[in-house]
């Protein structure tokens, strides 16, 4: 039995699965690892942030797509690679995962924290976790006022997207004409 493991729950492995769960392959093991069991699907944190859809209306529950393609699901980091064994050491302490085929799929951590001043004025959007975790603190702390005199660092579409979505539809009239970068 061949032994394919999937690191990191993100939205390739998402389709991955999916397709697994269409046509599983014969005599293969398949694992999936990931911290969470609940992966974001990006494009609706915009909405997310504005308030139109709560937590699980933007984020896939992997267990039951683990379910569907016959995918074991590991909740846990991986915390290093043995190639030579070939096997993922995790952070739960529990006992390493073997493997043939390795999927490696964690995506993108910006550095944010070698920006002066980042950790104690902006809110990275990345990784998206920690960014809902702390949304919704900000949110029930944070006046509109507040909300409207954020600035968006290191502009790409994606921050844009985020920036429109914590102006919700009732601050319309206060979006400037520009977006403002920082
Ligand atoms: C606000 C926002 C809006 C966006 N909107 C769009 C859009 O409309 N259209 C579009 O095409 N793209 C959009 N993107 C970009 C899109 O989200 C990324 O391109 C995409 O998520 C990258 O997918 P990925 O599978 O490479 O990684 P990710 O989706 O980032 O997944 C990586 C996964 O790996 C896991 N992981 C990390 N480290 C470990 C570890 N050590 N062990 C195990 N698991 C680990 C993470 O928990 C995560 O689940 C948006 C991004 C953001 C932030």
């Known amino acids: 039995m061949k032994r394919l493991v999937l690191l990191g729950g993100g939205h390739s492995h998402v389709e991955v699965i999916r397709r697994l769960g269409m046509n599983p ?34 984020h896939i529950d992997l267990e039951p797509l683990c379910r569907l393609g016959r995918v074991e699901f590991r909740t846990t980091e991986a915390q290093g690679i043995d190639p030579i064994a070939r096997r993922v050491l995790c952070s739960d302490g529990g006992a390493a995962i073997d493997y043939d085929v390795l999927s490696i799929n964690v995506g993108a951590t910006p550095g944010a924290e070698a ?23 900000i949110q029930s702390a944070a006046t509109r006022t507040y909300l409207n005199n954020r600035r968006v660092m290191r502009c790409g579409p994606n921050a844009m997207n985020a920036r429109s979505g914590a102006l919700s539809e009732g601050d319309e009239d206060k979006k400037p004409d520009q977006p403002q970068l920082g």
């Open 115 to 137: 920006i002066p001043g980042t950790p104690e004025h902006a809110l990275p959007v990345k990784p998206v976790s920690e960014f809902v975790r702390a949304w919704d603190r």
């Open 25 to 58: 392959p014969r005599d293969t093991r398949i694992v999936l690892v990931s911290p969470g069991r609940h992966t974001p699907y990006s494009g609706m944190l915009p909405g997310f942030a504005a308030g139109h859809y709560g937590f699980h209306d933007c």
